[in-house]
């Protein structure tokens, strides 16, 4: 970071006791810290937000005006009620959900491994969801209406199976990423091998779940994740002020008097859940869950992943994916998953090469 | 400064009698002690064996010795880092493992011999984290908060650092910044994992003055309780009130250090020939290794 280079003379300002850019906020005997620059950030992410949507509304095969799209889903006009209500409302709500939820498991995942690397689609998670979705397929006991429970079950097998076999008397983070990757190589074979025996229209049914596409989602597919979602926040929330002790080194958390093992079990738990859920809904939309959070740090400035920023992040990430997955060659469409890829691939490899010539991400 | 002045006329101890002042039975002579402490990471060979230890209130103690000796598995023990496989950790009487963590972190701070800190965090964010064991969800940064991160700053001397990143500082003013931190926590007892490595000679000197100003009372905080791991036997010698000096998983030797370092000592702890001579700053034993063989001289 070049933190150092803009920087006023130090005498410029008195720096108060008390962590960088935040502000305390008091109410009695209550207090929480606000970061000043995140919330400017939120406020921009949101109108950021808003004109995506409006963009994957209006635009498209048969485009609608923005104000007209805007007053379709105020219910001012019911001019566009198909092509608004019916087709693009309920599949920009589902990639919305997809997207914050990804992105929010994601920041979880890569506080908990301290490794900017780590991610539901690299640790195995999504991996899982997508071979229980296939092998669920193959068999034909996968209808339309179950298959997300049968990817869920999946992605939360596969959590399981990666924490037992990382876990050695506590929660390591580095030997959790390996395990993870192995399990995801493992796992990705075994979906290909079902792939390979299930007949024909099975194999590319699966095949385009499986690179994430939001085509044909709606209220349905919708409902559960924002259940869910609403069920984590306050779970989120406790894992935002966790977060300021799991990311020092294990001896100085565990002397600030934090059970290291239950928080992190308890931060990746709620990762794995928001990832397995996300993926259960539209397949395995890649990179969103690895992006987000690195680029919301970077917007934030905060030593930490900041929670809200990230889930911001990954929406509009999904939106503006969806949008070119769905106009890019149209009429033919692409997976939203395909376009995420695009983008995420080669940020993945300069996080790499970053790393290997000695920077820390 | 007054540190350097003999470090044996800290109130709240008489001093000099000796080391069966601390004799390791019974009740423990101090808030923080050890029984029969049994410690290693596999059975059969226990790095630290039977070892009852007591720490004095309000000193300086240095535990020294060589290298896998156990002293720092001694330390790390003592601030619940690693479990014992037998006998305990005593603090005010009750078994360390017994009490909840985070009221362990209100009486007891450590610093671990190598700590990370997350990338880009700035100093006054870093030493804020002390704060931890005194916050709430619903009392983030209270008014005693920022008192005690200001004074803690204050006192390592890096409130000028305060918006810096952690990554961009020296060596010295990064362990001062990771000592702020602890204090930060404001915690009557103080453990330090090697608190000088990887630091050059002024800045070793450095951090030992700050330990020593801590074991001192002032106006406002009263002598913190200090436990520190040191490689450097002369520095022990010269920072600490009590000296514990290790070997093979047991104590050799433990007391002032005027009245225990002598050459047999050395002899028997660390198989070093050497002599014993006064330190002409502080008075304090100072260990001189025997001659080199051959000498510089006469080595071509």
């Known amino acids: 970071m070049t933190t150092t280079l803009a920087r006023p003379p130090r005498t410029a300002r008195t720096s108060a006791a008390r962590p960088t850019g935040y502000r305390a906020v008091r109410l009695g005997g209550a207090s929480v810290l606000v970061h000043g620059r995140t919330l400017l950030v939120v406020a921009v992410l949101l109108l950021a937000l808003a004109a995506g949507c409006v963009a994957n509304l209006s635009l498209g095969e048969s485009s609608v005006p923005p104000l007209e799209a805007v007053r379709s889903v105020l219910g001012l006009t019911d001019e566009h009620d198909f092509v608004i209500g019916v087709l693009r409302l309920p599949r920009l709500t589902v990639a919305l959900l997809v997207g914050a939820a990804l992105a929010v498991a994601g920041g979880l995942i890569q506080t908990v491994a301290r490794n900017p690397l780590a991610s539901p689609d690299i640790i195995g998670v999504s991996q899982g969801a997508a071979a229980v979705a296939v092998i669920a397929m193959t068999y034909g006991l996968a209808s339309t209406a179950v298959l997300p429970y049968w990817a869920i079950a999946g992605g939360l097998g596969a959590a399981v199976l990666v924490y037992l076999f990382a876990w050695r008397g506590g929660l390591h983070a580095g030997r959790f990423v390996l395990v993870g990757i192995g399990f995801a190589v493992a796992l990705r074979s075994v979906t290909q091998l079902f792939l390979t025996k299930g007949d024909h229209t099975v194999a590319q049914q699966a095949t385009v779940w499986m690179t994430g596409s939001f085509n044909g989602r709606g209220y349905a597919e919708a409902e559960p994740l924002a259940w869910a979602l609403l069920a984590v926040v306050p779970a989120v929330c406790w894992a935002a002020r966790a977060q300021r002790t799991v990311t020092l080194d294990d001896d100085t958390a565990i002397a600030l008097g934090v059970r290291l ?12 859940l928001l990832a397995a859920l996300a993926t259960g809904t539209a397949g395995p939309v890649d990179f969103v869950a690895l992006l987000s959070p690195q680029i919301a740090r970077r917007l ?14 990954g929406a509009l990430l999904t939106v503006l994916a969806d949008l070119l997955a769905r106009t890019l060659f149209s009429p033919t469409e ?9 983008i995420g691939a080669p940020y993945l ?3 790499i090469l970053k790393n290997r010539t000695g920077g820390r991400a | 400064m007054s540190i350097l002045s003999k470090p044996g006329n800290e109130p709240g101890g008489e001093q000099g009698n000796g080391p069966e002042r601390f004799s390791g039975d019974g009740p423990p002579a101090g808030r923080l002690a050890a029984r029969g402490l049994t410690l290693g990471y596999d059975a059969d060979r226990p790095v630290v064996d039977a070892l009852d230890l007591d720490i004095p209130d309000g000193e300086v103690t240095v535990i020294v010795g060589p290298n896998a000796c156990g002293k720092s598995t001694t330390l790390r023990a003592l601030g619940r880092l690693l479990k014992p496989r037998a006998g305990t ?3 005010d009487g009750a078994e360390l493992h017994t009490l909840p963590t985070r009221r362990i972190a209100q009486s007891l701070g450590l610093l671990p011999q190598t700590p990370v800190a997350p990338e880009a965090i700035t100093v006054a964010d870093l030493v804020s984290r002390g704060r931890q064991p005194h916050q709430r969800w619903w009392q983030q940064w209270s008014p005693a908060d920022e008192a005690a991160v200001a004074e803690a700053m204050e006192r390592t001397d890096v409130s000028g650092l305060a918006d810096r990143p952690v990554d961009a500082l020296s060596g010295g003013q990064r362990q001062r910044v990771w000592i702020a931190m602890a204090l930060a926590q404001q915690t009557d007892l103080l453990l330090l994992d090697e608190p000088t490595t990887y630091l050059d000679i002024a800045h070793q000197v450095e951090v030992l003055n700050l ?11 009263p002598a913190r309780t200090v436990v520190t791991v040191l490689h450097d036997l002369n520095q022990a010698a010269r920072y600490a009130d009590h000296l514990v000096a290790m070997k093979d998983g047991r104590i050799a030797a433990q007391g002032h250090p005027d009245e225990i370092v002598t050459a047999e000592l050395v002899g028997e702890v660390f198989g070093l020939a050497a002599v014993v001579i006064p330190d002409p700053v502080t008075g304090s034993p100072l260990v001189v290794p ?11």
């Open chain 2, 211 to 221: 330990v020593r100003q801590l074991a001192t009372p002032t106006d406002e905080t």
């Open chain 2, 89 to 91: 950790v005593l603090l």
């Open chain 1, 349 to 351: 490899l300069w996080l």
């Open chain 1, 334 to 342: 692409l997976p939203a998953g395909v376009v995420t890829a695009a």
């Open chain 1, 261 to 272: 093992n239950v928080t992190r079990v308890g931060l990746a738990g709620v990762g794995v």
């Open chain 1, 300 to 313: 934030t400035g905060t030593a930490q992943i900041p929670l809200l920023t990230t889930a911001l992040v």
């Open chain 2, 290 to 300: 025997e001659a080199p063989t051959p000498l510089p001289g006469e080595a071509r």
